[in-house]
C-alpha cells in the first residue's frame, strides 16, 4: 500500500455487518453502538430479552438492528446463531465474541459445576461460534472476529481459576485462528480489558479494600468504563487492522506495564 492511498476511511464499517455476542449489557452493549458509530448494521446476540435501550442506541445512529435470543452455552444452538444473521443479512462481516461469565470461589473449594460452566460459555461456546461464522467468512474471502480476553490471558488472578483458564485458552484460540485463517483474508485478534466498571465486577467495586488495592497498581489511577473499549474494537473490525493477526491488545490503563 503507497503511504498516499491511507485515509481515515479505513476505519469506516459502511456495509459491514457485526455480530456481537453479549451485546445488549455493559462491554458488549459499547462494542455495539461504537460498530454501528462506525458505519455497522448489528446483529445481537443476547441471553436476556429487554433490549429496548440497546435498539434505540443503535438506531439513532441511522443503524440496522436484529436481536436473537440464545443461550451459548447450548453448543446445539451455534450454527443456528450463524445462520439467523446470515438469513436477517446474507453475510457476516465482524464477529465479537463477547459473552461470558465469571464466578469467584477460593480453589479449594471451587465447584466442578462452576468450572464447568464458565469453561462452556467462555471458552467453548466462544471455539464453536467462531468455527460456524468462520466457515461463512472464508467463503467471503474476508472477516474479523474479536475475541476478548482478559488480564488473566497473562495472569493467574485469585478465586476464579476457570476464569483464568477460559481466558488463557481464548488467547490461545485466537492464536490458532489466525494461523489457519490468514490465507482466506480473515483476521482474529483479540481485546484484554483491563478492570472495567461493569455488572461483573459489581463485587469488587463494592469490597473498597480490594478496589482500592487494584485503582493503586492501575498507572493510569483509574478503572475502565466501556468507552475507553469503543476505540479499539472499531480499529480491529476495520480495514485499518487487515496486517494484523492473532494478537492479544491489552487496553488496561498501564496494568500490564507494573
Known amino acids: 500500500m503507497q503511504l ?3 485515509s481515515l476511511d479505513f476505519f469506516s464499517l459502511t456495509g459491514k455487518v457485526a455480530m456481537v455476542t453479549g451485546g445488549n449489557t455493559g462491554l458488549g452493549q459499547g462494542y455495539a453502538v461504537a460498530l454501528a458509530k462506525a458505519g455497522a448494521d448489528l446483529f445481537i446476540v443476547t441471553h436476556g430479552n429487554n433490549w429496548d435501550e440497546t435498539r434505540g442506541l443503535i438506531e439513532q445512529e441511522g443503524r440496522r438492528v436484529e436481536f436473537f435470543q440464545a443461550d451459548l452455552s447450548n453448543r446445539e ?4 446463531v450463524a445462520a439467523a444473521c446470515v438469513s436477517a443479512y446474507g453475510r457476516i462481516d465482524i464477529l465479537v465474541n463477547n459473552a461470558g461469565t465469571i464466578r ?3 480453589l479449594l473449594e471451587y465447584t466442578p459445576e462452576d468450572w464447568d460452566a464458565v469453561m462452556e460459555l467462555n471458552l467453548n461456546s466462544l471455539y464453536f461460534l467462531s468455527q460456524e461464522v468462520a466457515k461463512v467468512m472464508v467463503e467471503q474471502k474476508s472477516g474479523k472476529i474479536i475475541n476478548v480476553a482478559s488480564m488473566l490471558s497473562f495472569q493467574g488472578g485469585k478465586f476464579v481459576p476457570p476464569y483464568t483458564a477460559s481466558k488463557h485458552g481464548v488467547a490461545g484460540v485466537t492464536k490458532a485462528f489466525a494461523n489457519e485463517l490468514a490465507q ?10 483491563g478492570y ?3 455488572a461483573n465486577t459489581a463485587p469488587i467495586l463494592e469490597d ?3 478496589k482500592a488495592e487494584i485503582t493503586s497498581r492501575i498507572p493510569a489511577g483509574r478503572w475502565a468504563t466501556p468507552a475507553d473499549l469503543m476505540g479499539v474494537v472499531v480499529f480491529l ?3 485499518a487492522s487487515d496486517y494484523m493477526n492473532g494478537h492479544i491488545l491489552a487496553v488496561d490503563g498501564g496494568w500490564l506495564a507494573r
Open 208 to 210: 473498597q479494600v480490594r
Open 184 to 193: 482466506y483474508g480473515v483476521q482474529i485478534n483479540a481485546i484484554a480489558p
Open 77 to 80: 444452538i451455534l450454527k443456528d
Open 237 to 239: 473490525a476495520s480495514r
Open 104 to 106: 469467584r470461589a477460593p
Open 4 to 6: 498516499n492511498n491511507f
Open 196 to 198: 472495567v466498571e461493569t
